[in-house]
Structure formats: C-alpha cells, structure tokens
C-alpha cells in the first residue's frame, strides 16, 4: 500500500485530540521518530569518511545531534521541544555521554585512516561536546527543523487536509537539506515510522504508561496550544491529498 494513504488511513482511526489517549498516541511517534531520524543523519554522513575529514566541526555536530536526548512533550499537545529549550540547549544535551561513548565507537570502527579515526575515539567524547556547545548554532538549526517537520506530520496526521500534507512535504524538505540527507528517503522514514507506531498505539491504547524506562507520560504542564485545533480525529483523508503530495515529493 502507498506509504502516505497507509499513514492517513491509520490516522484517521487514532483518538481525536478531545479524547484522553490523543496525546499517548502522539507522543509514541514523535519519539520514535525524534530517534529514527538521528540515527539516519549520523549513518548517511558517516557513510563517506571524507565527510568527516573537510569538515569537522559538522562532523561533530552530527555526532551530538545523534545522541540528543528526545522530547517526550507535555499534555495535552506538546510533542517536540521549543525555540527556548533549543536555545539553552540543557534539555537536550543532558545525561548523553554514555550513547555519546557508543555512537563514536561504531563511527572510529568504520573510519580507516588512523589520524581521523583518533579524533572520533569515545575517549573524546567530552571534546566533542564542548566543541559544539562552543558553536552551538548549526545544532540547534538542526533540531529546530526536525521538531518542524514532526509538527507537520502531526498535523497532517490530524486534521488530514490538502494544506497541512503540503506544509509537511515543505517541511520534510527543508529538514533533509539541513541534514543532507535524501529528502525522499526521509520523508518514506518520517511516514513509515508514524505508521508503524500509530498501529503500536492502537495496541497499548489502553495502557497507562509508555514503553519500559520512558517518562511518565503525563510528563510537563498542562498549557494548551494555539497552533493545534481540535477538529481532527474523525475528519477523513481528502483523496486529493495523496496526488498532491505525490507530486511534490
């Protein structure tokens, strides 16, 4: 089945944001994807070593991106972090050091020339760190188009509109220029993702937490949000937004 279609069929059977499970639902797939994504940027960039050698300090930020802690939102309809927890980066950057440690010893392993293999060694981790907490802005670049990006699928997802599948075509694009990835191939991992952990939500909907070692997910306050409306859950897919979006992807 058409990866999109399959993404609105889902969609439009998850709960409607008046009903309690609508940000459970919600929040499984922005996590999911939040990890889904990194560990593509960290993969693709890495898959050429020479990435890495004429530019070190994207290399870095690669790197730190990858290992980012990931937002698990607040009720009722917070999914991603904001401009400020961006900026202070605090949030993110907590507690990473150890899937820092891990994510540098799978890259040093695949990294044949000695002296370049030596500066991603776990060893330095705490380097790499400070290097792109110096020059934080390419970072937080990064993050700010992912968390757009998972927005708009959200969107989509919820109010399924032939507007809201442009801006998520639009979205997708800019986030994989910012992290150099394929923008098809990210946007077939975005829908394939939400998909699948829109079904897992249809599962575990009646469980009262996430996965084991996840947050509570009540987690944060209870401010709504003037960017979501609450018209979704039982709108169906507009036929014509498959076509569209098709032809622009």
Known sequence: MDRLQNFLDLAAGAPAES???????WQRVSVQLQREVRSLAAQNFFAEEWRAAINLDRAFTIVVYSCCQPCYGRRPMEFTYDIG??????TVLRLIGRSMQTRLARISAGISDARLKRRFLPV????????????????????????TMINSLIDLGTMR?????????????????????????????????????????RIFEDDDALSPGSPDPGIGGDEDRDDRRPDGGGQMADAGIVPDIQARG
């Open 124 to 147: 330095w981790h705490l380097d790499i760190l400070k290097a792109v907490k110096t020059k934080p802005r390419t970072l937080i670049e990064i993050l700010a188009r992912e968390a």
């Open 19 to 25: 009903d309690g499970r609508h940000f459970r639902t």
């Open 85 to 90: 927890e961006l900026v202070t980066l605090s």
């Open 161 to 201: 509109t032939e507007r809201m599948a442009k801006r998520f075509v639009k979205n997708t694009a800019s986030a994989a220029r910012m992290l150099g990835v394929d923008s098809g191939v990210l946007q077939d991992l975005v829908l394939r993702t939400g998909s699948e952990y829109l079904i897992n939500g």
